[in-house]
């Protein structure tokens, strides 16, 4: 995790790990940022963001890889609609393949 990182950053992550952790939570949760969702730190059953939106509506801004299902939280949306704008004026094109999974659909799949 920090191996490409410069020394003074490196060090002080590697001797306190768990310090470096709980403070990058804190900025996370601080910052409303959704908290680390996978096998061992599920969201309740039904879960849902309120805001999804449906990725179909923002081609061409985006491409995306299968049409009529793709959706994200607005928040998340405007952050890859920015980020592909400024891939594409580095002439790189980013391809949505996956996006929000319903719980039963995730439920399913797992």
């Known amino acids: 995790m920090v191996s490409g ?3 003074a950053i490196a060090e002080p992550i590697l001797a306190a790990p768990a310090r ?4 990058t939570r804190a900025v996370v949760e601080g910052a409303g940022i959704p908290p680390l969702v996978d096998k061992e730190n599920a969201l309740p059953e039904g ?9 179909d509506e923002l081609v061409p801004q985006l491409s995306i890889s299968r049409a009529n299902w793709h959706r994200l939280s607005r928040e998340t949306t405007d952050a890859l609609v920015r980020m592909t704008q400024e891939a594409r004026e580095e002439g790189l094109d980013l391809l949505v393949i996956s996006a929000y999974r319903s719980y039963e659909y995730q439920r399913d799949v797992y």
């Open 20 to 23: 470096f952790l709980a403070e």
């Open 5 to 7: 990182l410069p020394a």
């Open 47 to 55: 879960f849902a963001p309120d805001d999804l939106v449906l990725l």
